[in-house]
């Protein structure tokens, strides 16, 4: 069954300081991973797209890796914002013939704190 | 999230009620798409469309109908809504198939009593 699982579920951290977000899925066969981001009443933003081939992708202070060994994905956040506070997503697509699939995690909730 | 205008961004209907949401592109993007997002679980696909004059139905269709008259517009139908479609609501559309960016609305909150 394609999954995808994000953890932590929530993560409070205070301004200034970095955090990573974990991704790891079980989606056959593999097209694309993507990080978005949703603040609280709005819809999500993409940060980031990455295929097979790609370890690493950046997007300002955010910073994705792949490995797509071991199925798991990351998003690093440096020298975090108030702004950063919001739930960071990731989904996997997932071939289906000539079709595409995305599989949706639950999402991280993060809250950045003064 | 410009470019995608979701219509309207919150109701309140009865039971048996219908109504319409309208999401509206200005991208002049091929591909649109309705999700719904409800707590706890990761956004879910309804339908989705793939031009004008087509549309498909995607993981939880039932319930609900759309149709895309016109490449910019993607409608998203409540026949006789029930609880259990108080929801967020979500349009997205997105430039290609495979690794295209998708654009998000800012989302329609509908509540059924």
């Known amino acids: 069954k394609n999954q995808v699982e994000q953890s932590p579920q929530s993560l409070i951290i205070l301004e200034g300081k970095n955090c990573t977000l974990q991704c790891n899925y079980t989606v056959s066969p593999f097209s694309n991973l993507r990080w978005y981001k949703q603040d609280t009443g709005r819809g999500p933003v993409s940060l980031t797209i990455m295929t097979f081939s790609e370890n690493t992708k950046s997007n300002g202070r955010y910073t994705a890796t792949l490995d797509a060994d071991t199925k798991q994905s990351s998003l690093h956040i440096t020298a975090s914002q108030l702004s950063d506070s919001a739930s960071y997503i990731c989904v996997v697509s997932a071939r289906a013939g000539n079709n595409r699939k995305l599989i949706w995690g639950l999402g991280t909730s993060l809250a950045v704190n003064p | 999230n410009a470019g995608v205008t979701q219509t309207p961004k919150f109701r309140v209907l009865k039971t048996g009620q219908s109504m319409t949401l309208l999401c509206a592109q200005d991208?002049?993007?091929?591909?649109m798409y309705w999700y719904r997002q409800d707590p706890g679980m990761g956004l879910r696909l309804i339908h989705y469309s793939v031009g004008e004059g087509t549309t498909a139905k995607g993981e939880v269709p039932d319930g609900y109908n759309v149709s895309r008259l016109k490449k910019q517009n993607f409608l998203l139908g409540l026949e006789s809504a029930a609880p259990s479609q108080t929801s967020v609501y979500f349009c997205?559309?997105?430039?290609?198939?495979?690794?295209?960016?998708?654009?998000f609305g800012e989302g329609s909150r509908l509540t059924v009593l």
């Open positions: 991208m002049n993007h091929e591909y």
């Open positions: 997205a559309i997105r430039s290609g198939w495979n690794t295209g960016e998708l654009f």
